[in-house]
């Protein structure tokens, strides 16, 4: 199975995308979330905007920006398009597991980097979260370092790879998979920015994530009994 990366991305020299964005660029660490959304909403004149396009904007060693990307997209109006959640779960979740085993590359097999969503249709999502951006990259500052740091940054990257495996199973159950992907936008935001706080917060929003479907259970299985 071949794999894309920068060393070997054939996609990238169709679409012109290494050309146009440059993949050493940092984000801001004191507005992140406005940062990966401005990035973002420069893709967004093409007629489809592909996980390649994204990995050649935010470059290939921009993990927590891709998983914050993806994240946006489960958390934002794109998420009632069918499957579209469970495959930025799983996405979310091989990137999260790339960076936990200490990745230096973002690698992804080439039939999903071609995977894509409407220009048009993320511009209008994009423009939607800017608001709420702005007030969150607004909260966010330095605080509470030990818990952006490892070992303890090992474990919320796990926590942000099983938040991603899970999402593809609570699809059925209306805003579970949105609940989750907001809990790993917190986390991702926490260590970009080094706020210990936002991990806490996220932690709490996964945990709610976690605990609808299994009252959704608890309750239809009272039911049929």
Same mark, same amino acid.
């Given at each position: 199975m071949r794999f894309l990366s920068v060393d070997l991305c054939p996609i990238f020299e169709q679409t012109g995308a290494m050309n146009q964005y440059d993949p050493d660029r940092d984000i801001d660490p004191d507005h992140p979330l %406005?940062? +990966?959304?401005? /990035?973002? &909403?420069?893709?967004?004149? !093409? &007629?489809? =905007?592909?996980? *390649?396009?994204?990995? $050649?904007?935010?470059?290939? /060693?921009a993990f927590l920006p891709l998983?914050? +990307?993806?994240?946006?997209?489960?958390?934002?109006?794109?998420s009632g398009i069918p499957i579209l959640p469970s495959?930025? #779960?799983?996405?979310? *979740? *091989?990137? *999260?597991? !790339?960076?936990?085993?200490? #990745?230096?590359r973002v690698r992804m097999p080439g039939f999903l980097a071609r995977r894509g +969503?409407?220009? %048009? /249709? @993320?511009?209008?999502?994009?423009? !939607?979260?800017r608001r709420v951006a702005r007030w969150v990259d607004r909260l966010t500052r330095r605080r509470m370092l030990a818990l952006t740091v490892r070992p303890l940054r090992k474990l919320w990257q796990g926590v942000i790879m099983v938040s991603g495996l899970t999402m593809p199973f609570l699809?059925? +159950?209306?805003?579970?998979?949105?609940?989750l992907?907001? $809990?790993?936008?917190?986390?991702?935001?926490?260590? @970009?920015?080094r706020d210990g706080l936002f991990v806490v917060? #996220?932690?709490?929003?996964?945990?709610?994530?976690? @605990?609808?479907?299994? #009252?959704? =259970?608890?309750? @239809?299985?009272?039911?049929l009994g």
């Open positions: %406005e940062a +990966v959304i401005d /990035r973002l &909403d420069e893709l967004t004149h !093409q &007629d489809e =905007v592909t996980l *390649a396009d994204l990995i $050649g904007a935010f470059g290939a /060693r998983i914050i +990307v993806l994240g946006l997209f489960v958390f934002s109006p794109l495959f930025c #779960g799983l996405m979310i *979740a *091989a990137l *999260a597991g !790339q960076m936990l085993l200490s #990745g230096s +969503v409407s220009g %048009e /249709r @993320l511009h209008r999502a994009i423009e !939607q979260t699809e059925l +159950v209306p805003f579970s998979s949105s609940i992907a907001a $809990g790993v936008l917190c986390m991702c935001l926490a260590l @970009l920015s917060i #996220g932690l709490v929003i996964t945990g709610i994530g976690f @605990l609808i479907p299994l #009252g959704a =259970v608890s309750v @239809l299985s009272s039911v």
